[in-house]
């Protein structure tokens, strides 16, 4: 069935935007105003960016394939700023990241303080990312399985625009509904999120040891 969304010029996004996507009304949930706010309410975007010459040391840089179903899931190395390539965007532990690009692959995480080899480095992601940090001392790691719920994720699908790379704005993001009932389970859900975390990298490191013990035998074998 054919969607059909109305607008009066004065009533078209500014400047003029004619795209059919904007004003997709599968953009916007059947919320009441009195029962729910919106997201920009209790986070920051973080927009802090890092470029390839400035000398910052050790970095662990995020790509979108780094982050995947509310998870960091990389396998790198750090290395020196001089070598992050292009202009990168800072994250801190805490924060929640979510790409703008193809919302459909799940690329949302909650950034833990144990991410395998980041050590001392400083965490920089990719400018595909949103970064979305608490703006006061309340954890938002609840906004992980948030983001990945399903009607939110069918507002963010409906929320691309453009053809060859569907990317969706901050405002999509930022002007999410979260529901009152939701948010008053804010500090339960957090703490769920991050002890699963920690459950996922403890899983994580006792794979890694036992795949260096494989290595440490291979190695006696052939030595």
Known sequence: MALISI??????????ILA????????????KRDEA????????????MVQPSTDIGQCFVLDTSDVREGIVIARKQPVVSREIGSAKKEVKPGDVIISRLRPYLRQVAFVDEDIPNVKNSRIL??????????IDDLSVAFLM???????I???LKASQEGGHHPRFIESALLTLPIPKKLLSQRTTISEVVKNSIQMYRASEKAIADMIEKSDDALSAEGG
């Open 145 to 151: 399985p948030f983001l990945l719920s399903t009607k």
């Open 20 to 31: 059919p996507e904007r004003y997709d009304p599968r953009r916007k949930l059947d919320t």
């Open 7 to 16: 607008k009066s010029r004065a009533r078209l996004a500014s400047p003029v």
């Open 37 to 48: 706010i919106e997201l920009g309410e209790i986070v920051i975007s973080v927009r802090k």
């Open 125 to 134: 992601c990719s400018t595909e990312f949103f970064i979305l940090r608490s």
């Open 153 to 155: 994720q069918d507002v």
